[in-house]
């Protein structure tokens, strides 16, 4: 396995685990040093990893790739590699290590407790994580401090760098027997690159030349996935194992069609897991981790849209349809009865959040607005209730009726001859922007009249840069490099036009919003968005739906079903 990368850009973790091994320690905060770094109650650096020699703090080189992460001074390396996802195992030859709680205040509600344990171990009991890590040295020279020690103390333990040495870190509850490996150290790391490479070969089968970062993207998507626990009772991707810790009411749809053909019950799962917190009025939370679910915002529906294309990707077709049908048409309503303003049939967000496209600046004048985006998932997702009711035996006629009405109440309303415009709830104006969401009713594709489609075509056309779709024209006044939904390239708006347009029928188009955006993930990586001008990614470095999407599109190529470029 050749594939190598920067931990400060990817978290070095495993399918399974809840914690991972990362210098990137807090939102936009990077430490000098590796941190192991918890992701149950919130993002939550625990343990310091400070390679030594003769004593003394040492300068390293840290290079991982998706079995291993290693330290390397001179002749000296330590290598630490997940045998389990909950165990990590380190061993370390000429090169010592400092391995320490990283707060030093102990408060009766905060910080870390450090003991040694009579049964075997060195324990660390953190407030922040709910958690324990047990620290059982197996070979080598080693010595702890700050045993017991409550105030301001160092607690961890010291490995000489005199000996070889070794000694694994489990995460656990309250007890169980202390660890002993059960295979030699370079075994534990032959099994994960075998692992991680019968994931990716389910997952891309395709790869090679013609993707080249679909590997690494296979990777962030393996790394990201956590066992069931606490409010996540499925398994499941979050968004990113550095501070984007969570699941939202949208990107797990994208990441389960990345992953359907070749994990057809992961992705499953990960299209059901926020169905989990589905409300009795059919809400979707805003997002679902370890310990909380949020509802103060709710998220997109695309679900309907995600669904037809699962009905794709998935082997074998949809399961259950039965409840599924049952957890859209939930969903739907909750739109079209609670998020419909007396007297009118288009639906409405309460904020940018709710939309996904945050600070986007078709919520720059008002917050309460009819966009367009919305009324167009919809009608998508009408069309899904349809085909899944005729599959349960319900009527299908008046989610198709429901479809048709809502799109002509979008085009009666909303569309101005040559361009969409969104709507205030509160004061009835309504008001162009240049936000690419205004163009989002690509999504519909075929379903738009021929003169509709071309002019959203053509305005997607102003939106391309060389690196890919700007959320806002970098023209406008309002445009930002770095302005989130106001200028950056994102990965869900660029699949949902993509297969707008595809379906619509510009498939010229379609090859160069995919092919671009391509190119700036296999230059920049899998970044939370990208600068539109630049390709520069920016702030969290690590995104699932990011390498959720260069999947979809890659695999396209690598299938040879689209042209290279």
Known sequence: MTTEFSVREIPFSRYGAWFCLSPVVGLSSYAEDVHLVSHRNGMHPVLSFVPLLDGERVPVEVTADPSALRWRAGSGSVTAVFSSPDVVRLRGTGLGMRISAVQSTLTPFTGTYFFADPAGGLVFTSYETGHRLRLTVQTGQWRPCGDQELGEAERGVVLDDGEPWELTIEELGTARPPSRPANDFDDAVADVREEFGCFAESVAPWRGDRTPAAELACYVLWSATVRPAGFVHRPAVLMSKHWMDKVWSWDHCFTALALAPGAPGLAWQQFQVVFDHQDEQGALPDSVTHSEVLRNFVKPPVHGWALSLLRQRLPGGLPDAGPTYRQLRAWTSFWLEHRTAPGSLLPHYEHGNDSGWDNST????????????????LVLQLKELARLAAETGDEPARWSEQADALLDELLGELWRGDHFVSQGVASGTKRRS??????????????????????????????????????????????????????????????LIEDGLRRGGAVELADQVSARFRATCEKSGFAENFDALTGEGLRDRAYTWTAGAYLLLAGEVGRGTTPRR
């Open 362 to 377: 078709v919520f720059r004048e008002e917050r309460l607005v009819r966009s367009p985006d919305l009324a167009a998932f």
């Open 434 to 495: 240049a936000s690419l969401l205004d163009l989002m009713p690509v999504v519909l594709g075929e379903h738009l009249p021929r003169e509709v489609f071309d002019a959203l075509c053509a305005g997607v056309a102003a939106h391309l840069t060389p690196v890919g779709l700007a959320t806002e024209e970098p023209g406008s006044p309002y445009y930002e490099p770095d302005g989130y939904w106001r200028g950056p390239v994102w990965a869900p708006a660029t699949v």
